[in-house]
């Protein structure tokens, strides 16, 4: 666990993704404003605040609770993005710049969760 949850790259590649997925809700039809973007505004930010509440613990099992946490918030974010994309409200090279950021977060919660499973 890290003294400052800034200082946690999986923190900073989440905080990044949700930065990106303001920026591209912005452009959603102004009826999905309290819906699809909401929600996945909500799911994105969940990631990074489960993160930092989880490295503020003192315990790593209750770092990994938090973490796993994070991995469903992530994975509800990733629908919610396909979703957006179905829907016409997400351009093809957004999504996937979103998507492959997301995967990459995937990988380092796995990685942190065999860490303090170990």
Excluded at 14 to 38: N, T
Excluded at 45 to 50: F, G, K, L, T, Y
Excluded at 57 to 63: I, L, N
Aim: charged share 30%; with cysteine; net charge positive.
């Amino acid at each position: 666990m890290a003294n400052n949850f800034e200082d946690l790259i999986v923190w900073q590649k989440s905080h990044e993704l949700v930065l990106g997925i303001y920026k591209a809700s912005k452009d959603f039809p102004s009826y999905e404003k309290y819906r699809l973007a909401d929600q996945i505004c909500r799911s994105a930010s969940s990631v990074a605040a489960n993160i930092v509440e989880g490295n503020s613990r003192k315990h790593p099992k209750e770092f990994l609770q938090f973490i796993n946490t994070a991995y469903a918030s992530l994975e509800e974010t990733k629908y919610h993005l396909l979703l957006a994309r179905d829907l016409g409200y997400l351009k093809p090279k957004d999504y996937e710049g979103l998507i492959d950021k997301a995967t990459e977060i995937n990988k380092m919660l796995n990685s942190l969760r065999k860490y303090l499973t170990r």
